[in-house]
């Protein structure tokens, strides 16, 4: 690929964006013919959750062991940068063609400017080697922005149906208009009941609408069982997913 | 006297020994066209066979002699070549020995360090942990099929060495037999470690207080080390310096 492309699914709390990253990491593995890494961004670590993936370490241990190193022994900002690569590597969990990654817990206090600039060089780094990077992200786009990911190419907004994620979406839009150098964004409407919920969202926001997932039994079940999102079977959402990938150039038919 | 003169005597005896016991064979240098422009990553899926991976026993080693000792374009394998491993997880051992003129040794081992770090190649990834002397190496099996082996790593190690323009001759030691096989090398590679962080230290903290320092017992052991020191001390004009 040309160009990067680095997907962040962003949102409120609680509409349902790990449920929709789930739902599209699902979809990229059974596609299978690129490779996909998957960032799980959120402190809360759901989307590990969701796809059965619990990576012993993480980005954050990963920091928390770098700053060991250069406190015990000697090293320039080559070997550092190396061996942040090397670490990066070693803490990809894989599954087929999905390489899953999960950033951790915040943060401690203290400043480790330098760190974290080595750290966010080396997630750009390694998604310069993936075909597409999925990142399930914290509320807002702060931690993509600064934190995690300078340059998102796709900010999928997820909301439900209620005027205050909508509203958080198009607050995100707005942050990310001076702050993010995206080319496509579009809006995922989750948990819709009818045609009737659908059309009011419609006329309730601008906000560019790749699709709408409706209410799922089968994904309540995997949700409440935290069964593997991975082995969903076809379901009313994932095929919903599945058009919204479609409709955002990510996946071909 | 070369930096590396205790760890390369260790080396030698080393490849000596596994030479009398009929455990090395040697190949000679064939140039590798490096294809890929950038570090690659290879996922598990596309892995045909993967060495010195975490968990694995790994070492990476790099040294030069300026004595002109070092066999230029002899490649030395200890151990089942690549595809005789036939596929799965083996032990690595790298040591790349120079020949050279090395007259700034930090900006030297830099320079070799680079080198070695990104070969390029097509369907090879590695990763180095300069910090463990670890290196992790993943070949595709698409590169596997097309008959990636020990030759065509020993000889991107050397071409890569080798376009440096200090640089005369290269020769490439690679250990893929056994974890034990690759401790017998850790009294050298523990040397380097050391003179290497000693060398960075004094270069990059400018730090020549002996009473303060942890490699003071290396630099007393290691005479190259005194002799860097020395001169370090007075192109940056240090104090007094210590006699040793």
Known sequence: MNQRTVVAVCGKGGVGKTTVAALLARLLREDGRRRVLVVDADPAVGLGMALRIFPPRTVNDVRKEIISTVREHAADQVDLAASVDYKMMEILEEEGNLAFLSVGRPEEEGCYCQLNMLLREAIEFLSSHFDLTLIDAEAGVEQVNRRVMRSVSHLLLVSDVTAKGIKVAESIREVAEEAVDYRKLGLIVNRVRDPEEARAVCESTVLPLLGFLPEDETVREFDAGAENFLEIPSSPALEAARECLLASGFLSS | ?244
């Open chain 2, 1 to 244: 006297m070369g930096l590396f003169e205790e760890p390369l005597k260790d080396i030698r005896r080393y490849l000596e020994e596994k030479r009398s016991l009929g455990k090395a064979r040697e190949f000679s240098y064939t140039p590798v066209l490096p294809r890929a422009s950038s570090p690659q990553v290879i996922l598990s899926e596309d892995t045909g066979l993967e060495l010195g991976s975490p968990g694995t026993s790994s070492r990476s080693l790099l040294l030069w002699d300026d004595s002109g000792a070092v066999a230029d374009g002899r490649i030395t394998l200890v151990g089942p070549d690549f595809p005789e491993i036939g596929g799965g997880r083996a032990p690595l051992a790298q040591v790349v020995m120079v020949g050279g003129r090395f007259s700034d040794e930090y900006d030297c081992y830099r320079d070799l360090r680079d080198a070695t770090y990104n070969l390029g190649l097509l369907g090879f990834m590695t990763r180095v942990l300069p910090g463990r002397q670890s290196v992790w190496c993943r070949i595709s099996r698409e590169a596997m099929a097309r008959g990636f082996n020990a030759q065509v790593l020993g000889s991107a190690l050397i071409q890569a060495v080798k376009s440096l323009d200090f640089v005369d001759a290269a020769e490439v030691l690679l250990v893929t037999s056994s974890p034990e096989d690759i401790e017998e090398l850790s009294g050298a590679a523990d040397l380097v470690q050391e003179i290497v962080e000693a060398l960075i230290k004094m270069y990059e903290e400018m730090n020549f207080d002996c009473d303060t320092c942890e490699y003071v017992e290396v630099c007393d052991s290691v005479v190259e080390l005194r002799r860097i020191r020395e001169r370090l001390q007075a192109e940056r004009g240090g104090g007094e310096v210590d006699p040793g």
